[in-house]
C-alpha cells in the first residue's frame, strides 16, 4: 500500500483513548472555568495575517518562523492562527464588546504552528484557554490564574507541575529595563546569536527568551527587572501575589519567564513539569493591556493563559471509562418491533441504549458482555433485565425497567 494517504506530518488523529483523554480534558477546564463565571467562545480558525503579524510581535519565533500563511483564491493573506489571544480580542473589538466590560472567555480549539514535530510538539495542536478583558487589577490575574490551577487540580496533576510567576512591568519599568539589558548584551555581542543580535536591535527582552544554548549562558548574569520596576509596577506585582497566596495558589517567583510573546506585561508565568522532558511547559500567560489598542480598539486591559492539551492530556492518570449503553436484545425476530420500542423509551428517558444491528440472540448477548455494558435487557414475551456483571435477572414492566435504570 505505498500510496496510502498519511496524515501531514506534526498532525494526528483523536480516535480511541487518546479522545477520552482529550475531551475529558475540555470538560474538566469547561467546568471549571464556569465556576469563575467564564463563558466558551469560539473564534474562526484562520484569520488575516495581520491579526497575529501586528500583534505578537515581528521578533517572536511564531511570527518569524512558525505561521501557516497562505494566499487564498482572493489573493487575501490568511493565517491559521497560531494562539488565541489575538483572535479572542479581535473579536472583542467586531462584536462592540470593548464598551461591556469585563468579558471573562474561555475557549478550546485547534492551533497551527510550524514546528519540528517530536513528544509533546505537534503542528496541528490544540488549547484551552482564558482571557479576562477590562480589569487592569491584579486581582483578574489572579483569578485567571487560579481557574488555571483549580484545573490542574482536578485533573489530578497539580502535584507534577510548579507555578513560576515573574513581572515584565509597566512601560516606564520596562523601558528602564531594555536601557540596562542593552548596556549588558552590547557588551557581549559577539557571543550573541545571530537571531539574538537582531533582538538586541528591536527587542532586548525576547534574549531572555532565547533557547540557544550560548545565549542561556549570558542571560543567567543578565540584570533582573526587579530593581527597575516604577512604584506602580512594583505595587501590581505585590498585589498579586497577595491575591495568589489568599486564593491558595502555591507559586515560585522565576526572573526569568518573559513569555515567547511580544505583547505582555506586568504579570508573566508559566506552569511547568518535569515528567515530559523538553516540552515542560503545560500552561502559560500573562497580562497584556496594550493589545486591544494595538489591534485599533480602545485603550481594554488584559489577562489569558493559554494550555496545551495534548501535555495535559499525557500528564493525566487515564480517563474515567465512559459508562457503556444499556444493551437492548431481541430474543427472537418476532420480538424486535417491540425491542426497538423499548431502545426508544429508553432513549426518551435519557438512559443510554443500544441495540446490535445483526445476529441471533446468542450472538447479541455476547457482544453485549464484551462492550462491557452494565446491563441486557432482552426482550421477548416478556421483558428480562440481565445485569451482564453477575448474572442476576428479573422480568420487569416498561415502568420498573426504567426505575431499576436509575432514570
Ligand atoms: P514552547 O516553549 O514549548 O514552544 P510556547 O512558549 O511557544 O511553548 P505558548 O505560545 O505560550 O507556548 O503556548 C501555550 C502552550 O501551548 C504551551 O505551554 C504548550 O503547552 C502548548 N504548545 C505550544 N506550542 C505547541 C506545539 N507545537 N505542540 C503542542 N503544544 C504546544
Ligand atoms: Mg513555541
Not at 465512559?322 to 429508553?346: F, H, K, T, W
Request: aromatic share 8%.
Amino acid at each position: 500500500m505505498a500510496n496510502q494517504l498519511q496524515p501531514v506530518r506534526g498532525t494526528k488523529d483523536l480516535i480511541g483513548e487518546d479522545a477520552a483523554r482529550h475531551f475529558h480534558v475540555i470538560e474538566t477546564a469547561r467546568r471549571v472555568t464556569r465556576l469563575y463565571g467564564f463563558c466558551e467562545w469560539q473564534t474562526p480558525i484562520f484569520e488575516d495575517t495581520r491579526v497575529f503579524s501586528r500583534t505578537l510581535g515581528e521578533t517572536s519565533d511564531v511570527v518569524t518562523k512558525e505561521m501557516y500563511s497562505f494566499e487564498d483564491r482572493g489573493g487575501e493573506s490568511l493565517t491559521l492562527r497560531p494562539e488565541g489571544t489575538a483572535g479572542v480580542c479581535r473579536a472583542l473589538i467586531t462584536g462592540g464588546l470593548t464598551q461591556t466590560l469585563p468579558q471573562k472567555v474561555f475557549y478550546a480549539g485547534p492551533m497551527f504552528r510550524y514546528e519540528r514535530p517530536q513528544k509533546g510538539r505537534y503542528r496541528q495542536f490544540h488549547q484551552i484557554g482564558v482571557e479576562l478583558l477590562g480589569p487592569a487589577s491584579p486581582l483578574a490575574d489572579a483569578e485567571a490564574i487560579s481557574a488555571g490551577w483549580r484545573i490542574l487540580n482536578e485533573l489530578g496533576i497539580a502535584k507534577d507541575v510548579v507555578l513560576n510567576i515573574n513581572t515584565l512591568g509597566d512601560a516606564q519599568s520596562r523601558a528602564n529595563y531594555r536601557d540596562a539589558l542593552v548596556a549588558y548584551f552590547s557588551a557581549h555581542a559577539d557571543e550573541l546569536s545571530a537571531d539574538s543580535k537582531l533582538r538586541l536591535e528591536k527587542n532586548p527582552l525576547r534574549i531572555l527568551d532565547s533557547k540557544d544554548e550560548g545565549d542561556k549562558a549570558l542571560v543567567a548574569n543578565a540584570p533582573l527587572i526587579y530593581a527597575h520596576l516604577t512604584q506602580d509596577a512594583a505595587a501590581f506585582y505585590d498585589g498579586l501575589k497577595a491575591a495568589l497566596t489568599a486564593f491558595g495558589v502555591p507559586f515560585e517567583e522565576n526572573p526569568r519567564i518573559v513569555r515567547g510573546l511580544d505583547y505582555y506585561n506586568h504579570t508573566a508565568f508559566e506552569f511547568v513539569t518535569n515528567a515530559l522532558g523538553a516540552q515542560g511547559t503545560v500552561m502559560a500567560g500573562g497580562r497584556y493591556d496594550g493589545l486591544v489598542e494595538q489591534m485599533g480598539g480602545p485603550n481594554v486591559p488584559g489577562i489569558g493563559w493559554g494550555a496545551g492539551i495534548e501535555r495535559l492530556a499525557m500528564l493525566i492518570a487515564a480517563p474515567p471509562a465512559m459508562v457503556q449503553p444499556v444493551a437492548v436484545i431481541p430474543m427472537s425476530r418476532e420480538a424486535e418491533g417491540r425491542a426497538l420500542e423499548i431502545l426508544n423509551l429508553l432513549r426518551n428517558r435519557g438512559i443510554a441504549a443500544e441495540t446490535g444491528y445483526s445476529g441471533n440472540a446468542k450472538k447479541r448477548l455476547e457482544r453485549a458482555n464484551k462492550s462491557g455494558a452494565g446491563f441486557a435487557v432482552l426482550v421477548g414475551g416478556e421483558i428480562r433485565l440481565k445485569n451482564l456483571a453477575d448474572g442476576a435477572q428479573e422480568d420487569v414492566t416498561p415502568e420498573t425497567l426504567i426505575e431499576r435504570l436509575g432514570a
